[in-house]
C-alpha cells in the first residue's frame, strides 16, 4: 500500500506546483520549461498548465484508485486500464521527443536539461514503473 500512496502523494504535489503557476507563481519556472539558444522554446499557457494540473491530480486519483482497490478496481477494470495509460504517458515522457525532453535529448546545456536529466525524466521514469506496478497487482 506504499506505492499507491506515494505515487499518489507525488502527483498531487506536482499537481499542486502547476495550479500555482497558472496562478501566477514563478518559483521553479525557469528550471521547468526548455531552453533553445537563452530563449524559451515555448510559454505555456494558464489554460494549458491548469490542464497539466488537473491531469496530475486526475493520476493521483487512478493511483489511489488502482493501488487501493477502490470501486472493484479488478484486473481489466478502468482503473487497471487507466494505471497502465498513465505508466506509458510517464514512460514516454521518460524518453522524451529526442530534441528537448527526455534521456535522449540533443539541446542539453540549459537549465531545464540540467534538471530533466537529473530529476525530471528519472521522476517521470520512477512515476512510470510505480503505474506499472500497482496496475499488475
Same mark, same amino acid.
Given at each position: 500500500?506504499?506505492?499507491?500512496a506515494l505515487?499518489?502523494?507525488a502527483?498531487?504535489? &506536482?499537481? #499542486?506546483?502547476?495550479?500555482y503557476w497558472?496562478a501566477?507563481?514563478t518559483?521553479?519556472?525557469?528550471? =521547468?520549461?526548455?531552453?533553445v ?5 515555448f ?6 498548465t ?8 486526475? =493520476? ?5 484508485l488502482r493501488?487501493f482497490?477502490?470501486?472493484s478496481s479488478?484486473p481489466g ?8 495509460v498513465?505508466?506509458?504517458? *510517464?514512460f ?5 521527443? *529526442?530534441?528537448?525532453? #527526455?534521456?535522449?535529448k540533443?539541446?542539453r #546545456? ?16 520512477? &512515476?512510470?514503473? =510505480?503505474?506499472?506496478?500497482?496496475? =499488475?497487482?
Amino acid at each position: 500500500m506504499i506505492v499507491p500512496a506515494l505515487l499518489a502523494s507525488a502527483l498531487t504535489l &506536482l499537481a #499542486g506546483l502547476h495550479f500555482y503557476w497558472a496562478a501566477g507563481g514563478t518559483w521553479g519556472m525557469r528550471q =521547468a520549461v526548455p531552453e533553445v539558444n537563452g530563449r524559451r522554446a515555448f510559454t505555456p499557457s494558464r489554460p494549458a498548465t491548469v490542464a497539466v494540473g488537473l491531469a496530475l491530480a486526475g =493520476a493521483a486519483c487512478v493511483a489511489i484508485l488502482r493501488g487501493f482497490r477502490l470501486f472493484s478496481s479488478f484486473p481489466g477494470s478502468p482503473a487497471h486500464w487507466a494505471a497502465i495509460v498513465m505508466g506509458s504517458a *510517464f514512460f514516454l515522457r521518460a524518453l522524451g521527443e *529526442f530534441k528537448l525532453v #527526455g534521456f535522449f535529448k540533443r539541446v542539453r #546545456g540549459t537549465p531545464f536539461a540540467t534538471w530533466d536529466t537529473w530529476l525530471f525524466s528519472p521522476l517521470c521514469l520512477l &512515476l512510470s514503473l =510505480a503505474f506499472f506496478l500497482i496496475a =499488475a497487482s
